[in-house]
């Protein structure tokens, strides 16, 4: 899927409001092919240097000019974490004038904390659950950040980036999301949108440091988690691949059938697939994982069962031992083969442990 799934969205959001937490990252419902499966060892280090000021990108088919590191950022929601976590991992969260990202479960224990920790300044989410355009703009920051580009959508109440020019305001739209929520989006975004993997989450880390002018800490975090994906590849080279079911109880209100979510597509796919897996449902589009009813996952070929956490308390074997329960036939409930996840699955800086602990549980 190369555009925008609004009904995907919106079981997402609904999930956030009722939970009063954010889904951080929906699928995008396509597989990542396998040539973006291949050893992220054999890509060239990312290589750091100074930002040289004003710095001009290019962000989505616009030109943004940055003078200076912007020092007033807001993050709108857009469920997801990856933004926030990102800015965690670069150390640059002081930047950060006002977050309205959260997740209250994390696979790096550090950073439910230190997400807590920076400013929210107040923000209240409209009905859609996106910050009001005059929320934003009373704020004045140098800089808001948007995981995808419907987030700039004024159908949804949000401030459009035309507005944020006009007040003197940089806005930039996290790179593999360029096509999300933009159906005007130009064929190479539309392109990267539905080849999201782990290397979508390199870019939106090298694309902060080269902003904020750190990009040496971006390079040594995107060459650190590569060499750790690497060596998980190495490991299950040549080794059978297990089907791998990637399942969130705790986001059943997104399956119209009341069942767990079902995660599949994008970069699920593709990190499922670095630590030597298969997903039984790779290639669903969004709409279809929705309608996955009980039949088609009791007959899903299941080796190993992925639970993802999305509220704190969600104690994995408990979710796992009543799936098992629910779906006997698995071979994953006959050996009682599970692990768990929760934000390090999603775009953002600590897709690594998700292929470590996936690859773990299939051996």
């Known amino acids: 899927m190369s555009s925008f799934d609004g009904a995907r969205l919106t079981r997402c959001v609904l999930v956030a409001g009722v939970l009063l937490a954010a889904v951080a990252a929906c699928g995008i419902g396509k597989p990542a092919p396998a040539a973006q499966q291949a050893d992220v060892g054999l890509l060239p280090p990312a290589v750091a240097k100074p930002t040289s000021y004003p710095l001009t990108i290019d962000n989505c088919g616009r030109k943004v000019t940055f003078d200076a590191p912007p020092k007033r950022v ?16 670069l150390g640059i969260q002081d930047h950060i004038l006002a977050n309205s990202q959260s997740y209250e479960v994390s696979d790096e224990p550090s950073f439910v904390d230190k997400i807590k920790a920076i400013p929210k300044a107040n923000l209240k989410l409209n009905e859609n659950f996106e910050v ?3 929320q934003v703009l009373a704020l004045k920051p140098d800089l808001v950040i948007s995981t995808w580009a419907g987030g700039f959508d004024d159908k949804v109440g949000s401030v459009t980036r035309d507005q944020l020019d006009a007040a003197g305001i940089k806005s930039f739209v996290t790179p593999s999301n360029c096509a999300n929520g933009d159906p005007n989006a130009r064929p190479e975004d539309k392109e990267r949108y539905g080849k ?18 750190v990009q040496q800490r971006a390079a040594d975090h995107v060459n650190r988690t590569r060499a750790e994906i690497a060596a998980v590849q190495k490991e299950v080279a040549g080794k ?14 997104m399956n119209n059938n009341g069942l767990p979510a079902v995660f599949g597509g994008g970069i699920y796919d593709d990190i499922v697939g670095r630590a030597g897996g298969v997903n039984p449902f790779a290639g669903k589009t969004n709409t279809q994982l929705a309608e996955i009813n009980a039949e088609a996952l009791a007959a899903a070929p299941v080796d190993v069962l992925v639970i993802g956490l999305f509220q704190p308390g969600e104690k994995p074997d408990v979710l796992a031992r009543e799936l098992f329960a629910k779906f006997p036939a698995w071979q994953a409930s006959k050996t009682k083969t599970f692990t768990s996840v929760s934000d390090s699955i999603y775009l953002g800086p600590i897709n690594a442990i998700a292929v470590r602990k996936i690859a773990d549980a299939a051996r």
């Not at 807001?74 to 991992?89: C, I, K, M, Q, R």
């Not at 059978?240 to 209100?253: F, I």
């Open 196 to 213: 999201q993997s782990v290397e979508s989450s390199s870019e939106l880390l090298l694309s902060l440091g080269e902003i904020f002018d």
């Open 132 to 134: 009001p355009r005059e």
């Open 240 to 253: 059978e691949r297990k089907n791998v079911l990637v399942v969130y109880p705790g986001m059943s209100m």
């Open 74 to 89: 807001v993050l709108l929601n857009g469920t997801s974490v990856a933004e926030v976590e990102s800015f965690v991992a």
